[in-house]
């Protein structure tokens, strides 16, 4: 089965504080405090409003900019409903557009209808499948590299198995709570070599230069 896209969660180190990884990116997530987080990123949920609403956003523009279009600044609010309907409380998502330009009605009209096919909007309507399995540990996946000097630190994230090594005893070049979370100007590269050397997993190795 072919992979489109993928992220991976991990957290541990300060309650609900989750570091996810992305073929390119690390972003952070937690929870509001009246949900026990401490409100230090946004909330997942958050992400997937801000996810639908920036895609419908880009997915206007795309189109606009094929056409020619001058649109100025498009706004798009995305919010979460809980509405009673007959079959008791149900979840609903309204989008609300602004367009900063005046467009003729025919432009307007035909840029709502690019809105509602965004990838994101068409994900949440339809019946996706989606499965949970506990496995021993995840593909190689994701791999983000770090270099300095002719060295390169090498990571992958899925085979990590949270030892704590890396940052327990090089903190100056490897803190979670950062990012990116390898710092190589933190300590002289054969500080940092040595101690990618007692990572018992395998997710940080060094690669050199020839």
Known sequence: MAKKNEAVASNGLDDYFTQVITSKHVFYVDEP????????????????LGALASCTAITMRMYAQRKGWDVG????????????GNDGIRQKIKKEVVFEKELPKEQEDRLMEIGEKCPVSLML?????????????L??????????????????????????????????????????????????????VEQVGKCPSGALSIKKEP
């Open 125 to 137: 309507k339809q019946n996706v499948e989606m499965t949970l399995e506990k496995v021993d540990k």
């Open 73 to 84: 600044k498009i706004k798009v609010h995305a919010s979460r409903l809980s509405v009673m």
């Open 139 to 192: 593909d190689e996946g994701i791999v983000k590299e770090y270099t300095k000097e002719g060295t390169t630190v090498v990571w992958k994230p899925n085979l990590c198995i949270h030892s704590e090594k890396c940052w327990r005893g090089l903190y100056s070049v490897f803190n979670p709570k950062k990012h990116p979370w390898v710092n190589m100007d933190g300590a002289p590269v054969d500080k940092i």
């Open 33 to 48: 405090v009246s949900a026990g987080g401490k409100d230090k990123q946004p909330s997942p949920t958050d992400y997937l």
